[in-house]
């Protein structure tokens, strides 16, 4: 990941008042981020401070600190006196040059100058042009929670009971994430909060309302969550633009689910996993793939959130081990990880379940000649077509129906 570097400490833009006093760098530090700092030696004292000596500090200051500090020397007593120490300090000094290397081999580069993998690019904020920092091991800015890794979290299917447990997202999802990282919230939903074939029952546990784009924003606005994009949409209007009775009654002649061709119990179980899949689809859709997210997670407004854990960051790909049927199956309700994977992942509707406005039965048939199940499908779509090999975490959202019953999936 790429090192952040506050410059003398600022985080959200200068604040001369404040740069370098130690204990505004070591808010700073304890904020999960690195710090440049300047530092002078005079008679045998050291001081931090910019256009001059300001904050007379101890060397412990820097030994314990080290791992989080870039040394600006401003003179050369000072680059000595850390030469001299030769405690594995981070340190550089500099005039005009258009970079120079720092004492563990980085190249502090100025603004505009070329960059390279072992780059530290300083002050991006004053080139006016665009450019390129991917290449580059870490940057050095006034504002560094600007470049702080971004996520997209997409939450897809109907908004249910999700203003009794929106204090859980924030607090066990997003919280954990805005320590280190920047997100965006889209939204892909429905207007209203039940459905037609309610195959299993579960619109009991629903109050009936209209939901419109003043009640999703307000109910984010009310507890401090800004939402990047929201679409919703109706069912019964999308059913008729994608034909989707037709659809299901020319895809699933001889098809099954759970080893049962009974054509009602079929089409009811792929009519609701359809629009399920269409929402991933569409909540994908609103994902502004310019603001080069690093992570996305894919969830639902009906999840029940135990502490998100970061490190699943660490997998290009992670899924809850659950809902796995003895491997035949995989959870679709939640699951997250790097941009490029998690996009591909979300392409399995228009490739597999409406492709050309088709199932692609060319791809289904490598699965099974005559099981239908979308779940089990999009495990093979991404196990057997991508490629790709997820972490199974027990890390594992609950689904929350009402208060009396938040279900844990197995």
């Keep these: 990941m790429k090192k952040l570097i506050a410059h003398r400490g600022n985080i959200n833009g200068p604040n001369t008042e404040e740069e370098n006093n130690p204990e505004y760098l070591i808010k700073t530090i304890n904020k999960g981020f690195f710090v440049e700092l300047d530092l002078w030696y005079l008679n045998n004292k050291l001081y931090l401070g910019h256009d001059n000596p300001q904050y007379i500090i101890d060397y412990s200051f820097l030994l314990n600190n080290r791992d989080k500090m ?29 970079c120079v290397l720092t004492s563990k ?31 580059c091991t870490g940057i050095c800015t006034d504002y560094v929670l600007k470049y702080r890794p971004k996520v997209a979290i997409l939450l ?12 859980n997202f924030k ?6 994430l805005e320590e280190n990282y920047n997100y965006d919230i889209n939204i892909h939903t429905w207007d209203t909060n039940i459905i037609e074939r309610d195959t299993f029952n579960n619109n009991k546990n629903y109050i009936n309302t209209d939901i419109n784009m003043e009640y999703i924003y307000n109910l984010f606005k009310k507890n401090s969550l800004n939402i ?3 679409v919703i949409e109706n069912q019964k209007e999308i059913e008729d633009k994608l034909y989707v009775k037709l659809y299901l009654e020319k895809q699933l002649k001889g098809r099954s689910i759970h080893n049962k061709f009974e054509s009602k119990y079929v089409s009811n179980i792929i009519n609701s996993l359809f629009y399920q899949y269409y929402g991933h689809y569409k909540v994908l859709n609103c ?26 960051f660490n997998h290009n790909i992670f899924f809850p081990n659950s809902h796995q049927h003895g491997g035949s199956s995989i959870n679709q309700l939640f699951f997250g990880g ?59 959202p609950k689904i929350y129906r009402n208060k009396a019953n938040i279900i844990t999936i197995v």
């Excluded at 897809?156 to 204090?167: A, D, E, K, P, V």
């Design 287 to 312: 994902l502004d793939l310019d603001c080069k997210y690093d992570f996305v997670i894919k969830t639902r407004p009906d999840m029940f959130y135990e502490q998100f854990d970061i490190n699943l």
């Design 70 to 98: 870039f040394i600006h020397c401003k003179n050369i007593e000072a680059l000595h006196y850390c030469l001299e120490k030769n405690d594995n300090l981070e340190f550089f000094f500099h005039d005009s040059d258009d």
């Design 171 to 176: 607090e066990n999802l997003i919280k954990p």
């Design 156 to 167: 897809s299917g109907h908004i249910r009971n999700l203003h009794q447990i929106i204090s």
């Design 338 to 396: 790097k941009t490029e994977y998690i996009i591909n992942i979300l392409k399995y509707f228009e490739t597999i379940i409406f492709h050309n406005k088709n199932m692609n039965f060319k791809l289904i048939d490598k699965y099974d000649k005559s099981d239908i199940n979308f779940n089990c499908l999009f495990r093979y779509y991404i196990l057997n077509h991508l490629n790709y090999k997820p972490f199974f975490t027990t890390y594992n």
């Design 105 to 135: 081999g980085n190249i502090w580069t100025f603004p505009g100058k070329t960059l390279t993998d072992k780059s530290i690019c300083v002050m991006p904020e004053r080139i006016k042009s665009n450019y390129n920092l991917d290449i």
């Design 228 to 230: 990047n994009k929201i």
